[in-house]
């Protein structure tokens, strides 16, 4: 990638990797919300058309959103594990530990999917 041997090229792509991953989190955050909101319009007015409330339509909204994020936060791991490869050992610094980023969007993905798995769950 470089021959730099400056650590700021791996440190701004772990950053990118970082914001892939706000990303993902946000994405799953807000698909959340969505799927909660026909609920939360059904208690809030309880007496409105089901055209107006329709919880199913909030439901696969919010489910596709939280999908994104897991799908986000997958690839952008999968991204930074092919960036990781054209590294030179000295441009790595001694005892950095590379792979906590990739880890930790590869469990915020697993959440993900475990969220769609519990709101599908619910439907029974």
Known sequence: MSDLNDP?????????????MRTGLTLMGFGFVIER????????????????????????VGVVFIGLGSAVSFFAALQHQ???????PVEIPRGY??????????????????????LFGGLR
């Open 8 to 20: 700021r090229v791996l440190f701004a792509a772990e950053r990118t990797l970082l914001a892939w």
């Open 82 to 88: 092919r960036i990781l490869k054209t590294f030179r």
């Open 97 to 118: 530990w590379l792979h906590l980023g990739i880890i930790s969007n590869l469990i915020v993905a697993l959440l993900g999917v475990a969220i769609i798995v519990h």
């Open 37 to 60: 909101f026909g609920l939360f319009l059904r208690v809030l007015v309880p007496n409105a058309p089901r055209m107006l409330v329709n919880e199913t339509v909030s439901f696969w």
